[in-house]
């Protein structure tokens, strides 16, 4: 191959030093560009563990509301079934067993943790 006097020696796919130089920092200007609207635009996503935490927190609460229901209405019903009071002790308990579910529910809410809310200054008091 010959040289061009313009432009300077070629490689074999025809580009000169400079040429190569240039397309390497277009492509390394465009890579960084493409990186920083990746972070900009994209939500950040939940980790496995949080999601997870979450949905494990949600079937515990509905097994214990459920675990309360049926727990109270099998009892009330062989109560009532050896006792011959049928449907009464069925009835009361199921409501036990029911508002022990909800108890359950209560109780695991109130475990939960939440960040404090921001103080506010109560200029108020400064008048005294």
């Known amino acids: 191959m010959s040289n061009d006097d313009k432009t300077g020696p070629r490689a074999a796919d025809g580009l000169s030093a400079e040429q190569r130089a240039a397309i390497s920092k277009r492509a390394s200007d465009m890579g960084a560009r493409i990186d920083a609207a990746k972070t ?9 563990d949080q999601g997870g935490d979450a949905m494990g927190r ?3 609460i509905s097994a214990e509301l ?8 099998v009892l009330g019903w062989l109560l009532d079934k050896w006792l011959g009071t049928f449907p009464l002790l069925f009835i009361v308990c199921f409501l036990l067993g029911s508002a022990a579910g909800i108890l359950n529910i ?3 809410a109130s475990r939960e943790t939440t960040p404090p809310a921001p103080s506010v200054i109560d200029d108020e008091d400064d008048d005294k």
Not at 40 to 48: A, D, F, I, V
Request: hydrophobic share 30%.
């Open 66 to 73: 459920i675990g309360g229901v049926v727990v109270g209405s």
């Open 106 to 108: 209560v109780r695991q």
């Open 40 to 48: 900009r635009g994209m939500p950040k996503r939940q980790s496995r």
């Open 58 to 60: 949600g079937m515990k």
